[in-house]
Each structure stands twice: as structure tokens, then as C-alpha cells.
């Protein structure tokens, strides 16, 4: 009886990193009960939208691109209470839901706040799970005295070729500055006291630290999230 060996091999698909498509985009109001934003979309696959609103007060009724939806990620109030009237929220929608190689319009739907702005981000290569398989959220809040008690939010266990973004809504006089280690996304003044600000890594480390400084006795609000690849 003579012995056959068969060799077998596997083959390994690489993981690719995920990739920001093109520039962040923002718009901002007052006391408007709805806005959009519009964002160009590559010809790309596994795609994600990541929305991001920064309002005083209020809340968000909806967010779609025509009849898809966006899933909230986190919803995080300010002040050291975290009940605070400064709101910071993460919303995403997947590649389904987005019109390829075109531009997509975001429209935003809410109660009646002051001083709102709303920013999307568009990505590809995105783990298209869904929930804990595409991103892992998280927030911060507090109230600065003088400028202590800055924003520092922590995105930690972060795999490679993941994401990490942030968005901060602050109440200060003066412009918050990002992590220098990080790009900003954008760096908005709403109004008079108001500052709508976010941050992002491509390769980001294993634990990062999403600090802002410059912030002057600031109610504020911080969201942070990893989009997993």
C-alpha cells in the first residue's frame, strides 16, 4: 500500500489599511433644524461614511444619504456631570447605503439647539460587519477651569490598518489645538464661543491620546472612534 501525500496551501488575502477618500467636508448653522453636507466618493469597495455633529443643546432626529440611514455610534453630552448642554456624536452608514464614485449628500435632521455643525468623513477599505466588527466608540467630558481639565480622550487596543477619529464641541473663547501627532479634519468656529473640532490618524498606534489644548473655562464634549479595517 503506498502512501500519497498531498500538500496544501493556504492562501492569506492581505488586510488593507483603511483609507480617508479625499477631504473631510463640513457645514455649519445656528438654529437650524436640518442641514447637509456633501462629500465626493471614490471608486472604491467596503466603503464608510462617517458623520460627526457638534451642537449646542438639541438633538438628532436623523441622518441619511436619500433613504439609508446612518447608525449611531456614541452620543456624548459635556460638562463634568456629562449632562452638560454641549453635545458630540458618531454616526456611520456603509457601503450599501453610499453611491459609488459620486457625490453624496448628507442630510441631517434635528430638534431645535444653536450652534451646529455637522462633518462626514468618507473611507474605504472598512470592515462592513457592522457594530463592535466595524468600529469601537468612545467619550469624554468635562468642564476646563482656566485651562485645566483639557479634552483628553483615549482610543486604545487599536489594531493595524485601522482608523481613529475624534470630533470635540467646545465652549471657549479661544481655538482649540489638536494632538500634534494627529492631521486635523477641521477646526470650525460656529460662532462667538463656539468650536466644532475634529482629528484623525491613518496609522495610528496601538493606544492613542486625543488631547486638546488651548481650551479656556470650556464646557466640552468629546467622541472618539476606531473604524476597524
Not at 120 to 137: D, H, I, K, R
Not at 164 to 177: E, G, I, R, Y
Request: aromatic share 8%; proline share 3%.
Amino acid at each position: 500500500m503506498s502512501n500519497t501525500i498531498i500538500n496544501s496551501y493556504s492562501h492569506i488575502i492581505p488586510q488593507l489599511p483603511v483609507t480617508l477618500d479625499g477631504t473631510p467636508q463640513t457645514q455649519t448653522g445656528m438654529t437650524d433644524t436640518s442641514l447637509s453636507v456633501s462629500i465626493s466618493v471614490g471608486n472604491h469597495t467596503n466603503k464608510a461614511l462617517i458623520f460627526c455633529m457638534t451642537q449646542q443643546s438639541g438633538s438628532t432626529t436623523s441622518v441619511k444619504v436619500g433613504t439609508n440611514t446612518f447608525v449611531n455610534m456614541i452620543k456624548q453630552q459635556g460638562a463634568a456631570s456629562g449632562t452638560g448642554s454641549q453635545r458630540s456624536e458618531i454616526w456611520y452608514l456603509l457601503n450599501s447605503g453610499i453611491t459609488n464614485n459620486a457625490t453624496n449628500q448628507i442630510d441631517w435632521v434635528g430638534t431645535a439647539g444653536s450652534r451646529i455643525c455637522i462633518g462626514v468623513y468618507s473611507l474605504y477599505n472598512v470592515n462592513q460587519g457592522g457594530a463592535a466588527s466595524t468600529f469601537v466608540a468612545n467619550g469624554a467630558h468635562d468642564t476646563s477651569s482656566g485651562y485645566s481639565n483639557q479634552p483628553d480622550g483615549e482610543i486604545n487596543a487599536v489594531a493595524e490598518n485601522d482608523f481613529v477619529l475624534d470630533v470635540l464641541s467646545a465652549n471657549t473663547s479661544t481655538q482649540p489645538l489638536d494632538t500634534p501627532a494627529n492631521t486635523e479634519g477641521w477646526n470650525v468656529l460656529i460662532s462667538t464661543n463656539r468650536y466644532s473640532v475634529s482629528q484623525y490618524n491613518a496609522t495610528p498606534s496601538t493606544n492613542n491620546d486625543m488631547f486638546y489644548s488651548n481650551i479656556l473655562a470650556a464646557e466640552w464634549a468629546w467622541a472618539g472612534a476606531r473604524i476597524i479595517s
